[in-house]
């Protein structure tokens, strides 16, 4: 039901920042629990990390915990990745979507999509080259 629109790709050099934005909207944005993902070309679709709709909870992939980082704005209804010292294997389209949620003590955000068949936005691209 949320809709995304990514922007802030580009091209960088390496070492390198970018901070791209994801704009959502919808009627469940009160309560809401996104992460980015991104594609390469020759590679599966990888995650790169989430926020949590309430207390801000972050989970990282491993790759990018160090170089990353996520962040959302609940009043501009945004998610923003942070992204430092990019490396030419960052090179990517990156989305934002919203996420399945880990429920033990609150929900939280997960690592993956909401759903398996998922309706991905436009995505931003990411080239980092000299």
């Known amino acids: 039901q949320l809709h995304f629109v990514e922007s802030g790709g580009g091209l960088v050099h390496p070492g390198g920042s970018l901070r791209i934005s994801c704009d959502a909207s919808?009627?469940?944005?009160?309560?809401?629990?996104i992460g980015w993902f991104r594609q390469a070309p020759g590679k599966e679709r990888e995650a790169v990390a989430c926020?949590?709709?309430?207390?801000?909870?972050?989970k990282y992939a491993d790759t990018f915990k160090d170089r990353f980082t996520i962040s959302r704005d609940d009043a501009k209804k945004a998610v923003y990745l942070q992204m430092d010292n990019l490396e030419p294997e960052d090179s990517a389209i990156y989305y934002c979507?919203?996420?399945?949620?880990?429920?033990?003590?609150?929900?939280?955000?997960?690592?993956?999509?909401?759903?398996?068949?998922?309706?991905w936005g436009p995505g931003t691209e990411v080239t980092v080259s000299s």
């Open positions: 926020v949590s709709s309430h207390d801000s909870d972050t």
């Open positions: 919808g009627s469940t944005l009160s309560n809401w629990n």
């Open positions: 979507q919203e996420t399945a949620l880990y429920v033990v003590v609150r929900p939280t955000c997960t690592l993956r999509p909401v759903s398996e068949n998922v309706k």
